[in-house]
C-alpha cells in the first residue's frame, strides 16, 4: 500500500469475553485528551491528543517537540507552542511550502531563496547565479562589466553590464567596406578591394567580438599587374619594363619581316590584361638565284633575307674572274655574281730516269699517264700514275726503279740502329734502345741475305717510367698524365693566388725521378674597395678574391646606371663598376580635375603634393588624397575623384549617424531603440541629392520579461503588446546535473511559436536536477535564464507478494524496481509489533511504540531479485536484524526511501504479517471449547432421547 500513513487496526481475540463493566470511560478522560471507541467494539479509551504525552486519564502534558535536536531541519528556528509546535526560517531561506511557518510533519522544510527569480535583479545583460543563502551577477557574452569587476552585487556595488559596442570598423589597406553593418557584439562587415586593386588572399569578414574590437580581416589587396607584354611572332618588343595600369608596349618587326596591318601598341588594362594589336610580321622571301655557265653552287635553298649562295667552278674549269657570292636583299632580289669559268688544260708530261710510259696525248683535266720501269730494274717504290689535275699541271708520279738491294732494314719498336747506309749483301745494322728505354732480351744485329731481306733482329726494349708527379701548396697541375721520360708537368697557381717566386715545370728523368719544382704560391689581396660619391657600400671588411662589395644610393638619390656590385678578381683588382647616384627628381605633379593642389615646389624625394576638391565639390573616393614622390622618380598615384556636393547628411527619427564619407551615410537606431524594416544606408546619387534611408526605428521592448518557473517543470513569461500580432519564434535550451550522479547530463533543446502575452511552455525535465534553463526569442534576440531544481519524484514501489506466516524466521521476496535515483535510495525493512490500535506515519522520521527497524539496504547494492530472512541476527547498514518474540504478532512493513539534501521522498508496502504461538494458543482453546461444547450437546441430546424413550406411552 502506498501513501503517507497506514493505520493499522488489529483486534484481539479473546476465547472468554470479559464481562462488561458498567463504566462511564470517557468522564474519567484528560482534558487534554480525546475518548475514541476501541477497535475491537468492547468499549471506550482515552488518547491524549496530539502535542500531548501521558495517560489520557490522569494526565496529559505539553510535549515541548524543540527539544528533539533539529525537529526543523536545517537554516530553521523552532517555536513551541502548548500542544504543538511551528518552524520558521533563518534569513536568506524559506520554507518550501510558501508559507511563513511549517510544520516538518508534512515534508516541509527550509530551502535556499532564489534571489535570481526576481526579473531584473543583475540588470540588462546580467546572469544571476544563485548560492546558498545569497547570489551573484555576470554579464552575458556581448556585454561587458561597467564600474567594478566580475562577479558583483547589485546591492553592494556600482558595477552594471553594459552592451558591447566595437565603434567604426577598421581601415584595411585599399579595401572599403561594401555592406551594411551593426557595431553591437557579433556584427560582421566585409570588405572589397578598391578600383586597381584585386584580393589575393585572406578572409574579407570583420567581426565585432565579447571584447569590444574588431577582428582584423587578412585580406590583402594587390595592385593589378598585367605581367610581361605576351609575344608577338617575328617581331621585337619595345618596353620599359612597368606592368602597372596604362602601361604602354610597342612591337616592331625584326629585320627580314615587313609590318601587315596597323594598331603596334599594346596597353594594359585594369583587368590586368594587355589589350591586343593588330599588326602581323610577314616574312620577306627572294625567288630562286640565277645559273652562271660551267658553274656550281653551294645554297642551303634559303629565300630569306641576308640568305647567300656561292658559286664554283665546275670540274675541268677555272675561276677566271668575278664575284662568287649572291645574297637575298631586303627589296627581294638577288645580288649579281660575274663568276667567269674557262677550260683546263696540262702540258707534256714529265720523263722519270729509269722508267717508260703509256699515254694517249690528252692534256684536259683527268687525262692519265702510267709509268712503268725499264728492264733491269725493279720498282723500288713511288706511285706509276699521273692525272691532269685541276690547276693545270700534272700530279707527281713517284716511281722509283733501282737495282736490286736489300730494302731499309726494319724499324724495331723504341730502338735506334747504327748503319751505313749499304742494301747490299752481308751489310748489317746494329740495334740498340732509345733514350727513356732499356734492352730487355733478344738479338742487336740484323744482316741483308742473299734474297733481298733482312735477317729478323729481336731486341726488345722496355719503357723507363716515373711515379705520380708531387703535389704543390696552393697550386694546380698541366698534365697529360704521362709517366715516360720527358713527360712534364706545368705547375700553375689556384685562383686567388699568385706566383711569387720558384719553378713552375717538372720533368721526368732517366733516373725514373721528377725534377724538383720550386713554385711558391701567395694568396691575393684587391686592398679597399673603391667609393662612390652620395652613396654607402656594403662590405664585410674582406679582400679576398671573390669578395662582393654592394653598394646603395643615400635617400634622395637613386642608382641611374642599374650596377651596384664590385668584386674582388684574381688579378688583385677590383672590377670596374659603372655606378652612379643621381639625386631623386619628380618634377611637376600632374592635375586632377575640380581639384586644388596645395605644394610647396619641391620635387626631391619624400616631397608630398596634397589635392583637395574645389568650392562646390566633394570627394566620392576614401583613398589617399596625397601624392608623395617615390624613389622611381615619380609621384604616386592618386584616385581622388570630385564631383558636385549633395549638402548635410539626412536625419532620421530616434537614429544618429554611424560613419558617412559625403557620399555614403550608415544610420544606426539610437540607444533603446532598434530597427524594425527599412534600410539604414542613405546615398548620394549623380544629381546631386540624398536616397534617404528608410530605417524605422522603434523603442526596444525586452520580449522575454518575468520568466519564472511554475509546477516545477513549466515557464511562463511576458512579451511585449506589440508582439500579439504575430507568432514569435522561441528556443529554449536546458541543461540538466546532479551532483550525486557526475557523469549524468540531460542536454534538451525544443523550439516553438506563440503569440500569447503570457507564452507558457511545459518541459520533459529529470527529477532531482538542477537544471538552467535559456530562452531566446530568434526575431529580437532576446534571451532570459532562468535556474529550475526538481523534485525527488515518489520511488517506485518494489513487486512484493504479501503473505502471512508462522515462522518467527520467515524469508521474504521481492522483485526491485530499476530508477535512475538508485543511488540516493534505500529500503528499510520495518517491524510493527501488533497492538490494540497502531497508527505508523509512512513519511515519518520518528519511531513509534512497537516499531523495530531491521535492515537498511542500499538499492545499488542490490540485485533484480532480493531475498531478505527476518531475524538472522546480521547487521544492515546502521540496524541489526534482531530475532522476533514468538509470542507477539507482528507486521514488516518495506518502506523505500530517498534522500537529497533536504529533499526526502518516500513509499511504503506491507511486505508480510508474522502470527505468533498466542494466536496458535487461541485457536487451540477455541478448537478445545468448540469440542467439548460438542460433545456437552451430544451427551445431552442422548440423554433426553434415552429419557424420552424410557417415558411409558398412555
Known amino acids: 500500500m502506498k501513501g503517507t500513513a497506514l493505520l493499522l487496526l488489529t483486534a484481539t481475540f479473546s476465547v472468554i469475553s470479559d464481562v462488561a463493566v458498567g463504566v462511564d470511560v470517557c468522564a474519567s478522560c484528560h482534558p487534554n485528551a480525546t475518548c475514541d471507541d476501541k477497535t475491537d467494539g468492547s468499549g471506550k479509551v482515552c488518547n491524549c491528543m496530539y502535542g500531548f504525552v501521558g495517560n489520557g486519564r490522569t494526565y496529559c502534558q505539553d510535549k515541548d517537540e524543540c527539544q528533539l535536536g533539529q525537529i526543523c531541519g536545517d537554516h530553521s528556528r523552532c517555536h513551541n507552542t502548548y500542544g504543538s509546535y511551528f518552524c520558521t526560517c533563518v ?38 547565479i544563485n548560492t546558498d543563502g545569497d547570489f551573484y551577477c555576470m554579464c552575458t557574452t556581448g556585454y561587458t562589466v561597467q564600474n567594478g569587476s566580475e562577479p558583483f552585487h547589485p546591492h553592494t556595488h556600482s558595477a552594471f553590464c553594459g552592451m558591447v559596442d566595437c565603434g567604426p ?33 585572406g578572409s574579407i569578414t570583420s567581426i565585432c567580438g565579447p ?46 619581316y615587313r609590318t601587315v596591318g596597323t594598331g603596334s601598341v599594346s596597353k594594359c588594362n585594369s583587368h590586368g590584361h594587355w589589350t591586343g594589336t593588330g599588326i602581323a610580321c610577314k616574312e620577306i622571301r627572294c625567288s630562286e638565284p640565277p645559273v652562271l655557265p660551267h658553274t656550281g653552287r653551294v645554297w642551303d635553298g634559303g629565300l630569306r633575307v641576308n640568305s647567300s649562295v656561292l658559286y664554283y667552278c ?4 677555272y675561276a677566271a674572274e668575278g664575284e662568287n657570292k649572291s645574297v637575298c636583299s631586303l627589296n627581294g632580289s638577288w645580288s649579281r655574281a660575274s663568276l667567269l669559268c674557262r677550260e683546263i688544260r696540262c702540258s707534256e708530261p714529265p720523263v722519270l730516269p729509269h722508267t717508260g710510259r703509256v699515254w694517249d696525248g690528252s692534256v684536259r683535266v683527268n687525262s692519265s699517264v702510267l709509268y712503268y720501269c725499264k728492264e733491269g730494274f725493279y720498282a723500288a717504290e713511288g706511285e706509276n700514275k699521273s692525272v691532269c689535275s685541276l690547276n693545270g699541271s700534272w700530279s707527281r708520279a713517284s716511281l722509283l726503279c733501282r737495282e736490286i738491294r736489300c730494302s731499309e732494314p726494319p724499324v724495331l719498336p723504341h730502338t735506334g740502329r747504327v748503319w751505313d747506309g749499304s742494301v747490299r749483301v752481308n751489310s748489317s745494322v746494329l740495334y740498340y734502345c732509345k733514350e727513356g728505354f732499356y734492352a730487355a732480351e733478344g738479338e742487336n744485329k740484323s744482316v741483308c741475305s742473299l734474297n733481298g731481306s733482312w735477317s729478323r733482329a729481336s731486341l726488345l726494349c722496355r ?43 717538372s720533368v721526368c728523368s732517366l733516373n725514373g725521378s721528377w725534377s724538383r719544382a720550386s713554385l711558391l704560391c701567395r694568396e691575393v689581396k684587391c686592398g679597399i674597395p673603391p667609393s662612390f660619391p652620395n652613396a654607402v657600400m656594403l662590405w664585410n671588411r674582406v679582400s679576398n678574391v671573390g669578395t662582393v662589395v654592394r653598394y646603395q644610393c ?5 642608382n641611374s646606371r642599374h650596377e651596384d656590385v664590385c668584386v674582388c678578381t684574381s688579378r688583385g683588382t677590383w672590377s670596374l663598376l659603372h655606378f652612379h647616384c643621381q639625386e631623386v627628381n619628380c618634377n611637376e605633379p600632374r592635375s586632377l580635375p575640380h581639384t586644388r593642389l596645395v605644394w610647396n615646389g619641391s620635387s626631391t624625394l619624400g616631397s608630398v603634393a596634397l589635392y583637395e576638391c574645389e568650392a562646390g565639390y566633394w570627394s566620392v ?21 570630385c564631383e558636385v556636393s549633395c549638402g548635410p547628411i539626412p536625419t532620421l527619427h530616434n537614429a544618429e549617424v554611424l560613419w558617412e564619407n559625403g557620399t555614403v551615410a550608415i544610420h544606426r537606431c539610437v540607444e533603446g531603440y532598434y530597427r524594425r524594416t527599412g534600410t539604414d544606408v542613405s546615398v548620394c546619387d549623380t544629381t546631386g541629392t540624398w536616397q534617404v534611408a528608410t530605417m524605422h526605428c522603434r523603442e526596444v521592448k525586452f520580449s522575454i520579461q518575468s520568466l519564472t518557473v511554475c509546477k516545477e517543470k513549466c515557464l511562463r513569461w511576458r512579451t511585449a503588446a506589440e508582439n500579439q500580432v504575430y507568432k514569435q519564434i522561441y528556443t529554449v535550451v536546458f541543461i540538466g546535473v546532479r551532483a550525486f550522479d557526475p557523469l549524468f547530463s540531460d542536454r534538451q533543446k525544443k523550439v516553438f511559436t506563440s503569440s500569447a502575452l503570457h507564452p507558457f511552455v511545459c518541459l520533459n525535465l529529470q527529477p532531482i536536477t538542477n537544471y538552467t534553463i535559456t530562452v531566446t526569442a530568434v526575431e529580437t534576440g532576446d534571451t532570459a535564464i532562468v535556474t529550475a531544481n526538481t523534485s525527488i519524484a515518489a520511488p517506485p514501489t518494489p513487486e512484493v507478494g504479501y503473505s502471512e506466516v508462522d515462522s518467527h524466521r520467515p524469508t521474504l521476496h521481492l522483485r526491485r524496481a530499476t530508477s535512475s535515483l538508485d543511488p540516493i535510495c534505500v529500503y528499510q525493512v520495518i517491524v510493527l509489533a501488533v497492538a490494540d490500535v497502531l497508527v505508523f ?24 531479485e532480493v531475498n531478505f530472512t527476518l531475524g538472522n541476527r546480521k547487521q544492515y547498514g546502521p540496524f541489526h536484524n534482531n530475532p522476533l518474540d514468538n509470542r507477539r504478532d507482528y507486521f514488516i512493513i518495506l518502506r523505500t526511501v530517498c534522500t537529497w539534501g533536504q529533499a526526502r521522498t518516500h513509499s511504503c508496502v506491507i511486505w508480510a504479517k508474522v502470527r505468533g504461538a498466542y494466536y496458535a494458543t487461541r485457536i487451540s482453546a477455541l478448537v478445545t471449547f468448540g469440542f467439548i461444547c460438542a460433545l456437552g450437546f451430544f451427551s445431552v441430546t442422548v440423554y433426553f432421547c434415552c429419557w424420552f424413550w424410557k417415558v411409558p406411552r398412555l
Not at 314 to 317: A, L, R
Not at 621 to 641: A, E, I, N
Request: net charge negative.
Open 554 to 558: 643615400v635617400e634622395g638619390f637613386y
Open 314 to 317: 665546275k670540274e675541268g674549269f
Open 91 to 128: 534569513s536568506g531561506y524559506s520554507p518550501n511550502n510558501n508559507l511563513a511557518v511549517f510544520i516538518p510533519n508534512d515534508g516541509s522544510y527550509c530551502h535556499d531563496v532564489d534571489e535570481c527569480t526576481v526579473e531584473g535583479v543583475c540588470g540588462e545583460g546580467g546572469v544571476c
Open 169 to 201: 570598423p577598421p581601415t584595411v589597406p585599399h579595401a572599403v567596406p561594401f555592406s551594411p553593418f551593426l557595431t553591437r557584439y557579433g556584427s560582421t562587415v566585409q570588405y572589397t578591394c578598391t578600383e586597381g586593386f584585386t584580393r589575393t588572399r
Open 841 to 864: 506515519d509512512c513519511g515519518s522520521s520518528q519511531s513509534c511504540d512497537g516499531e523495530n527497524m531491521a535492515a537498511q539496504l542500499k538499492l545499488c547494492e542490490l540485485g533484480m
Open 621 to 641: 573616393s576614401t583613398t589617399q588624397s596625397v601624392s608623395v614622390c617615390g624613389s622611381d622618380s615619380r609621384w604616386s598615384s592618386v584616385q581622388l575623384h
Open 211 to 256: 571584447d569590444g574590437r574588431w577582428s582584423f580581416p587578412s585580406m590583402h589587396c594587390e595592385e593589378v599587374r598585367c605581367g610581361p607584354p605576351p609575344p608577338l611572332l617575328y617581331s621585337v618588343v619595345l618596353w620599359n619594363g612597368s606592368t602597372k595600369v596604362d602601361s604602354k608596349v610597342l612591337y616592331e618587326c625584326k629585320a627580314g
Open 463 to 505: 719503357e723507363i717510367r716515373c711515379s705520380e708527379p708531387p703535389v704543390l701548396p696552393h697550386t694546380g697541375q698541366v698534365w697529360d698524365g704521362g709517366l715516360r721520360v720527358n713527360s712534364s708537368v706545368l705547375y700553375y697557381c689556384k685562383e686567388g693566388f699568385y706566383a711569387a717566386e720558384g719553378e713552375n715545370k
